[in-house]
């Protein structure tokens, strides 16, 4: 009788976590790399890569995999550009992977569209590939 009992509340118990999906909830994240092509010339210096939806609070990611500059400078911005770094700028050289500082899920909230902005004062290219949201 007891172990009919137990089994019963535990059945339940499985029930209920499982209807609920309280213990199988796995948070989605959008870390999937997106390539960038970006160009810069002395007279119009500032490019972006393709915007995302951002999903979570962790670092934009950036992986710079060629370029004839030297480096560009990278920080997270929304879709219309309006900064998103608070003051947090790198140099990403070719060979790079960055994990950029950024606020936009804090202040703006889950599904944020963002993009990475990026500067170089010189004439030439930077490629890439970067996700929104990172493991980190």
Same mark, same amino acid.
């Given at each position: 009788?007891?172990?009919?009992? !137990?089994?019963?509340?535990?059945?339940?118990?499985? *029930?209920?976590? !499982?209807?609920?999906?309280?213990?199988?909830?796995?948070?989605?994240?959008?870390?999937?790399?997106?390539?960038?092509?970006?160009?810069?010339?002395?007279?119009? %210096?500032?490019?972006?890569? %393709?915007?995302?939806?951002?999903?979570?609070?962790?670092?934009?990611?950036?992986?710079?995999?060629?370029?004839? !500059? *030297?480096?560009?400078?990278?920080?997270?911005?929304?879709?219309?550009?309006?900064?998103? @770094?608070? *003051?947090?700028?790198?140099?990403?050289?070719?060979?790079?992977?960055?994990?950029?500082?950024?606020?936009?899920?804090?202040?703006?909230?889950?599904?944020?569209?963002?993009? !990475?902005?990026?500067? @170089?004062?010189?004439?030439?290219?930077?490629?890439?590939?970067? @996700? %929104?949201?990172?493991?980190?």
């Amino acid at each position: 009788m007891i172990k009919k009992r !137990i089994l019963a509340t535990t059945m339940i118990a499985l *029930g209920i976590t !499982i209807g609920t999906g309280s213990a199988m909830i796995v948070s989605a994240d959008n870390h999937t790399d997106t390539s960038w092509s970006n160009e810069y010339r002395v007279w119009s %210096p500032n490019d972006a890569t %393709p915007s995302r939806n951002k999903t979570n609070r962790t670092s934009y990611y950036n992986k710079t995999t060629s370029t004839d !500059i *030297g480096y560009h400078t990278i920080w997270a911005a929304l879709q219309d550009g309006t900064d998103a @770094s608070s *003051g947090h700028s790198y140099k990403s050289y070719q060979g790079d992977e960055t994990f950029l500082w950024n606020n936009a899920v804090e202040n703006h909230g889950s599904g944020v569209s963002v993009r !990475i902005n990026s500067r @170089s004062w010189n004439n030439g290219y930077a490629k890439g590939v970067w @996700s %929104p949201d990172s493991v980190r």
